[in-house]
């Protein structure tokens, strides 16, 4: 499957369509497609996945120990800086930790959303390592699930460009 030209290999509905859904810009509360999930922010409040629906969502899941995720993250710090006015949410899931997640995230002046103990989201997904990067549609649809280090991967500005177009 391809997504803007880019392959969408790993966990992802087959007969999906990806290239030319049409982007909503109001979502019914009823409609959210997603398995929906509550866990900690870094600041302790409550995180819900459908609070981000009508917007598209990536989630990046990571661990302070992980050498790829270290590369990953400025990318994902750069796109959420360039589309968050735009509509585009970012959360990042903390996973497999054996470290101080808030001391991580504090020292590199991260800004976007941080949630904590998310090995159980994970599953919902089909992740089992980082860095992993889920593509959610504004309804809440999963439309991929992909596992790469490069903080430049042209999925990341592709999904970016497509969903934010409205907002």
Known sequence: ???AGVSLANGVDKEQPIV?????QQVDSKSYLGKDWVLKSLHGK???????QGHPVLLVFWATWC????KLLPGISD???KYSTKGLKVIAVNIHE?????VYWRNHGYQFEAVLEGDDVAKNYGVSGTPAVVF????????????FSDPNHPLLEK???KYTKTH
């Open 46 to 52: 409550p995180v819900r996945l459908s609070d981000y």
């Open 67 to 70: 050498p790829y995720c270290k």
């Open 20 to 24: 030319g859904v049409a982007v909503k």
């Open 98 to 102: 054996d470290w101080k997640p808030h």
């Open 136 to 147: 959610i549609e504004p309804t809440g649809n999963v439309i991929g699930v992909k596992s």
């Open 1 to 3: 499957m391809t997504f």
């Open 79 to 81: 796109l959420h800086e």
């Open 159 to 161: 999904f970016a460009q």
